[in-house]
T-cell receptor
C-alpha cells in the first residue's frame, strides 16, 4: 500500500461545476497537508495549506482534512478553464520540513468551456 | 522578487554519463530541496539542504548527490546515468520562517537518458 493514494484521472467537468479532488493516506503521523497545482511544463505551486484536521477556504477553493479517516479533499467552486491542471496533494509529519513532503501522484483535471 | 531558477531546462545524456543540475533559490531562502518527478512514481523527495548542510535524504541510490553553497545556490549530480533516471528534476526553496511544506518550486530540469 502506497503512503498516499490519489486518483490520476483525467477528471473532466464542464465550466462552472464544483470539482472534488481527494487523497487518502496511511501514515497517521502526517500533520501538515497541502495542495499544489501544476500546469503543464511548470513546477508545482502551493494552492492550499492546512495543519491538522479541519476546513480552510480561500476564494473558490476549500481544503478539508479528516485525520480520523486519513482523507483529504480539495473543492473548487465555479470551475474555470484556467483551473485545468494537475493537482497534487502533499503531506508532512515534520515540523521542520527537513524530511521532505510525501506527494500523491496527482489528478489531471480538465475544465471544459 | 525572482523565483526559483533551474538550469539547464532540458538536457539529453546517454547511459553511463553524469549530469549536474543547478538551482538558484528565492533570495533570502536558505533551504533547498530536490525532487524527482516521473509519470510512474510521481514526485519523490531526493534531499534537502539548509545552510550548506544536508539535513535529510530520500530513498535514492548513492549515484544521486548534491551540495549547497554559501550563497544558498544548490547543485545536484547524478553519476552513471541509467535509463530510469529520465525525469523532471525539481528544485524548491523555502524560508526558515515559512510554514512547513510551503515550498516554492522552479520549473524543473527535464533529463532524458538515451
Amino acid at each position: 500500500q502506497k503512503e498516499v493514494e490519489q486518483d490520476p484521472g483525467p477528471l473532466s467537468v464542464p465550466e462552472g461545476a464544483i470539482v472534488s479532488l481527494n487523497c487518502t493516506y496511511s501514515n497517521s503521523a502526517f500533520q501538515y497537508f497541502m495542495w499544489y497545482r501544476q500546469y503543464s511544463r511548470k513546477g508545482p505551486e502551493l494552492l492550499m495549506y492546512t495543519y491538522s484536521s479541519g476546513n480552510k477556504e480561500d476564494g473558490r477553493f476549500t481544503a478539508q482534512v479528516d485525520k480520523s479517516s486519513k482523507y483529504i479533499s480539495l473543492f473548487i467552486r465555479d470551475s474555470q478553464p484556467s483551473d485545468s491542471a494537475t493537482y497534487l496533494c502533499a503531506m508532512s509529519d515534520s515540523g521542520g520540513g527537513a524530511d521532505g513532503l510525501t506527494f500523491g501522484k496527482g489528478t489531471h483535471l480538465i475544465i471544459q468551456p | 522578487k525572482a523565483g526559483v531558477t533551474q538550469t539547464p531546462r532540458y538536457l539529453i545524456k546517454t547511459r553511463g554519463q553524469q549530469v549536474t543540475l543547478s538551482c538558484s533559490p528565492i533570495s533570502g531562502h536558505r533551504s533547498v530541496s530536490w525532487y524527482q518527478q516521473t509519470p510512474g512514481q510521481g514526485l519523490q523527495f531526493l534531499f534537502e539542504y539548509f545552510s550548506e548542510t544536508q539535513r535529510n535524504k530520500g530513498n535514492f541510490p548513492g549515484r544521486f548527490s548534491g551540495r549547497q553553497f554559501s550563497n544558498s545556490r544548490s547543485e545536484m549530480n547524478v553519476s552513471t546515468l541509467e535509463l530510469g533516471d529520465s525525469a523532471l528534476y525539481l528544485c524548491a526553496s523555502s524560508s526558515w520562517q515559512g510554514r512547513t511544506g510551503e515550498l516554492f518550486f522552479g520549473e524543473g530540469s527535464r533529463l532524458t537518458v538515451l
